[in-house]
C-alpha cells in the first residue's frame, strides 16, 4: 500500500523498507518535537510533478530550521526506487509523494530522511469536481510576524501541523469542508494544506490573485506552476493583501495543492462564491498541464 | 539508557519494547503531523514527581486536541513498569519520564501511546546552579489569543514543538540560553519549556508571580506545586498580566519545569537580574520537597 525508502548513504539508490512495520526511533526528534520538514508531490502519469519545485522547497524549509538534509541527487535517487517499488506492489491513477527529513535522534547528529508513495486520498480527488465549503479561522498571528519574528519558522513547511489539523477538525464540526486562515489584522492567509487563489474577469481581462508571501504563508508549488501558465495565456497577475471581501467579490475563489490539486471553493462561512466555469475550466486546463 | 514501555490493551502493566530499535510507524500521524500530545516527569528518589498534576494535563491536552488517550489507570501501570525496567538498567539520580500519546496511523482509528525513561540531562541539573542567561523572542500571538481561537490549541502541550526548539536555537547563536517569549502587544508568556515566575519582597512580605493562564500559555505543574508550597508558607501570590519591565524590576526570576525544577535567571537581553538569596533558598526548598 505504501512504498518506503529511507535515505541512507550506504544505499546511493535509497533503503528499501517495509511501512507496514515499525521503522523509526520513539527518539527521534521528528516525533518528539515535531522537529522536521516535509514535501508531498502528486505521482500521476509516470511522473513525479513539481519535483525541481518541491526538492527546493525542502530546502528553503532546511535552511529555515537549520536542518542539514541530504542532497538532491540523493532525493532523486530515493524517489525514483520508491516510485518503482509501489507501481509494482499497487499501482494506482494517482500518487502522493512524501518526502520527510527530520533531526533525528538527538545526540546522534545526523537527521532521519525517508520518501513514502501512497494511494492519493479519494476525498480529494471528489472535491475537485464537488467543490467545498469553507470557513475563515483566525491564525492567531498578524500579517507582519514574519519579518519580526523568524524564529516562528513562517515559509517553512515543518512536521509540526498540530494547528492545521485542529483547524480542519473545527471546520467539520462546524459542518464545512476546509479553513482559510486569516491573520489577526483581517488578512487572508492560506488554507492548512493548500494556497489560496481568486479569479476576476473584466472584459477581456482575466485576473489571477493569491495572497502576498510578506504574510508568512508558505510558497505554494500549485500556485507558482498555475501562475507561470496563466501568465503565459495572457492573464493579469496580483498578489495580496487580500480581504476576506475580496474573495467574496471574486468570480472563482480556488484552493490549489500538489495533491488535491485545483479545488473550487462554493462557499465561505456560508456564503456563496460564484464560479466562473470558463474561468475555471481554463486554469484546471493549465493544473492538468503541470509537469 | 531509556526504558521504554508502550500502553497496549493486550498487556495490562504494559508491553516492554527496545528503545534502542525502531518502535514507530512512518506513518504514525506523531510524526508526519506533530499531532499528539506529551508530559515530561521527573524521576528521582523513587518518586515520579507530580504525577497526579502531569496526568490531569494530560487529560487537558487531549481533550484540547480531541485525541483519545488510555485511561489513567494504564498510564501509571505503564510507568510503574517503565521506572522499574530503568533502575534495572541504568540506575540514575534523575531521570525524565516522558509520557506521549499520538493520534496513531491514519485510517488505523487508535492512538499509539508510549512511556519513556531516560537519565535527566546533565546540562538542566548544572543551570540550576550556575543560573541562565535569557532574550525576551516574540510569539507572534497577542496576548488575547487564546480565547477567540481554540483551533490554535494554546493551553495543550502537544508534539508541534518546532517553534519552541527553533526560539531555543536564536537564543543559543546570540549566545544566550534559553527564551521568554512576549506576546505581540508586549505581555509576558512563557519559556519554550518551562514557566515563568518572579519574586518581590517588602518589608516582610514575600510574593511571588507568575502570568496569567488567560495569555494561552501552558499551566506550569511546577509552578503549580511551588504556588502551594508559597501559600502554606504565608507568601502572597499573584497572576500577571506581567510586562518585561516587571522582570527587570523583580528580586528574582526564574525558570521552572518539572526537569530543570528551579533555574535563577542571570540576565534578561544583557541586562543582570537582581538575585535574592534568601528568596531563592526558601523557594528552592519548596520545590526540593515536590512529591
Chains 1, 2 share one sequence.
Not at 532525493?75 to 518526502?99: G, Q, S
Not at 489571477?208 to 500556485?223: A, D, K, N, R, V
Request: proline residues 4%.
Amino acid at each position: 500500500m505504501t512504498a518506503l525508502v529511507f535515505l541512507d548513504p550506504d544505499f546511493p539508490a535509497g533503503r528499501v523498507a517495509d511501512a507496514a512495520t515499525a521503522q523509526l526511533s520513539v527518539l527521534d526528534q521528528g516525533v518528539t518535537r515535531g522537529d522536521g520538514i516535509f514535501e508531498s508531490a502528486l505521482y500521476t502519469d509516470g511522473i513525479v510533478r513539481k519535483i525541481d519545485a518541491h526538492l527546493a522547497r525542502l530546502r528553503v524549509s532546511a535552511s529555515t530550521c537549520d536542518l542539514l538534509v541530504p542532497h538532491e541527487e540523493a532525493w532523486r535517487a530515493a524517489i525514483a526506487t520508491a516510485v518503482a517499488a509501489f507501481d509494482a506492489a499497487t499501482p494506482a491513477e494517482e500518487a502522493v509523494v512524501k518526502l520527510v527529513a527530520t533531526r533525528g535522534t538527538e545526540g546522534t547528529g545526523h537527521g532521519t530522511s525517508w520518501v513514502m508513495v501512497s494511494p492519493a486520498p479519494e476525498l480529494g480527488r471528489r472535491q475537485r469536481q464537488s467543490g467545498i465549503s469553507v470557513i475563515f479561522l483566525d491564525r492567531g498571528y498578524d500579517s507582519r510576524v514574519a519579518e519580526r519574528a523568524p524564529w516562528l519558522l513562517m515559509g517553512a513547511k515543518t512536521l509540526s501541523y498540530a494547528v492545521n489539523m485542529a483547524a480542519l477538525r473545527h471546520a467539520k464540526k462546524l459542518g464545512a469542508d476546509d479553513v482559510i486562515f486569516t491573520s489577526s489584522d483581517g488578512i487572508v492567509l492560506e488554507g492548512p494544506t493548500s494556497t489560496v487563489l481568486i479569479a476576476h474577469r473584466d472584459g477581456d481581462t482575466k485576473r489571477l490573485i493569491t495572497p502576498t508571501l510578506e504574510t508568512g504563508i508558505l510558497p505554494g508549488t500549485t500556485q507558482g506552476a498555475i501562475f507561470s501558465a496563466a501568465r503565459e495565456a495572457g492573464w493579469e497577475l496580483g498578489y495580496g493583501p487580500l480581504t476576506p471581501e475580496n474573495l467574496l467579490d471574486a468570480e472563482g475563489v480556488w484552493l490549489v495543492s500538489s495533491v488535491r490539486l485545483l479545488t473550487p471553493v462554493n462557499s465561505i462561512d456560508g456564503t456563496a462564491i460564484a464560479r466562473d466555469g470558463q474561468l475555471h475550466a481554463e486554469l484546471t486546463a493549465m493544473v492538468d498541464a503541470i509537469q
